[in-house]
């Protein structure tokens, strides 16, 4: 089962494609996408051209989005309310079915705590799909969704039975 | 030229369309696309695949989404921002340019009042479009944002230009 795990942001959305087999993770692919400067309609376009097209590319079967939740300021937690409405307008128009954890969740089942930092999680996933080198901040954090999906996809529908993961096990 | 406004919102997102003829304005449509109940991407596939519904039939050759602003709480902040991402990515869809007013802008063109309460928009927009009767509140505040457009490209692009809306005229 190929995984597509997005980290949404209206500047910059992460996104790591991983293969599920059996037990075993493979990497297959992450990056980002830069909306770049300009109107909002342009940056949105943007962010939607990039992901149809990781989508065509790498044929996902199910798609990972980050539950973020900011409580910055009400103007970044609508600039990011809209990178995530259209990150998951990309999975829908392709029919995919699209599959939402928080971070903590994230966090739990890559790390093993709720409130691992940035670089754990970068370390954690590193090391999870055996890659050569430390993936960007983006990039890792949609692979920990992704790896996330692929943990809890093993028991089943984790979010609607609402269950929690507790040190990497169901609780 | 037919325009197309929507008042975006996860629960219901409200749309109006209207023909601009030189000085003339002239109602085509309006209602609004209910997302129903369910999980997030079912809801948000709703509201695109009703606005993309509304886009093939009407054939709008501009789309007009207001800036909401809300600050209750960063949840429905996020909601909204969602809804108004799917808004947009629905107009770049199709290709279709997107201007942005805030309810500010829409309720000074309208009413000629910023502060104008809810029932006053929908009573000037049944006034300027001789519409038989009272729109609902959400498909009002859409033809509203279409209206504002529509004022508004009688003078070029307003929100571009730094522009104000004093009263129905720019200051």
Do not use: W
């Not at 989005?65 to 995530?84: H, I, M, Y």
Request: hydrophobic content about 45%.
């Amino acid at each position: 089962m190929r995984i597509l795990g997005i980290d949404p942001g209206l500047q910059v959305t992460g996104f790591g494609v991983i293969d599920k087999n059996g037990q075993r993770l493979a990497y297959i692919a992450s990056g980002c996408v830069k909306s770049g400067r300009g109107e909002l309609a342009a940056r949105l376009k943007t962010l939607l051209d990039g992901l149809n097209e990781i989508i065509a590319t790498y044929r996902p079967a199910e798609v990972v989005v980050e539950k973020v939740f900011v409580n910055v300021n009400p103007q970044s937690t609508l600039a990011l309310g809209q990178a995530r409405g259209t990150a998951i307008c990309a999975a829908v128009l392709a029919g995919l079915p699209v599959a939402e954890y928080t971070a903590l969740q994230v966090k739990q089942a890559v790390v093993g705590n709720g409130h691992a930092k940035k670089e754990q999680v970068q370390h954690m996933v590193k090391r999870l799909l055996a890659l050569p080198g430390m993936p960007g901040a983006d990039a890792a954090d949609a692979l920990a969704c992704a790896i996330c999906h692929a943990h809890g996809a093993r028991f089943g529908a984790l979010q609607v039975r609402g269950l929690r993961m507790k040190r990497g096990r169901l609780g």
